[in-house]
């Protein structure tokens, strides 16, 4: 599973690193947020109204969910355990609510931090990015400082300064679980 704040590369680091292990499977998550220009339903997202989420949250079909900047978010179980079971390898891109709780209901889960060199970087990279509104901004750079304050909580912090050495660093420690795996 895979953390860290928002804009700090995860979602580049993790499409990279399945370049590099493409028998690594990328979870889809739900969300109540609305899709981003050229997000696609059912591959950026599970993009579902308020109502049909919290449907699947009372009928237990999340793994792990958390309300994030505004919007829920969520790890559906369909997602995860009929691949855990058959011995493939799943990658959960989550925030750092929901990464405690998959901490806790899957232990053996292997927890990667990504964070940011400063949280001046990760403003300027979600400024950058030209997809959120300065309030939209804001919001996530707060949240970002709590999250990082969390770094310690997780099994690996992998600090997204130099992009090709994150992901060599991301990719030795997937692979070295992986291996323990195969044993
Ligand atoms: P965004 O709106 O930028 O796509 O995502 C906002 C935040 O929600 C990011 O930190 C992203 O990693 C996180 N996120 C995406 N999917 C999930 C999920 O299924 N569960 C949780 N807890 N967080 C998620």
Not at 18 to 42: D, Y
């Amino acid at each position: 599973m895979i953390t860290g704040p928002s804009g700090v590369g995860k979602g580049s680091l993790i499409s990279l690193l399945r370049h590099r292990i493409p028998e690594l499977e990328l979870s889809t998550s739900a969300t109540t947020r609305s899709p981003r220009t050229g997000e696609q339903q059912g591959v950026d997202y599970h993009f579902l109204d308020q109502d049909e989420f919290l449907e699947k949250v009372a009928a237990g079909e999340f793994l792990e969910h958390a309300a994030y900047s505004g919007n829920h978010y969520g790890t559906l179980r369909s997602e995860v355990e009929g691949r855990v079971a058959a011995g493939h390898p799943v990658v959960l891109e989550i925030e750092v609510q929901g990464a405690r709780q998959v901490a806790e209901s899957m232990p053996e889960a292997t927890q990667i931090f990504i964070a940011p060199p400063e949280l001046a970087a990760l403003k300027q990279r979600l400024e950058g990015r030209g997809t959120d509104s300065p309030e939209a901004i804001g919001r996530r750079l707060e949240v970002a400082e709590e999250e990082l304050a969390a770094r310690d909580e997780f099994h690996h912090v992998v600090v997204n300064d130099e992009l090709e050495a994150a992901l060599d660093e991301l990719e030795a420690i997937v692979r070295g679980k992986l291996s323990q795996s195969d044993q």
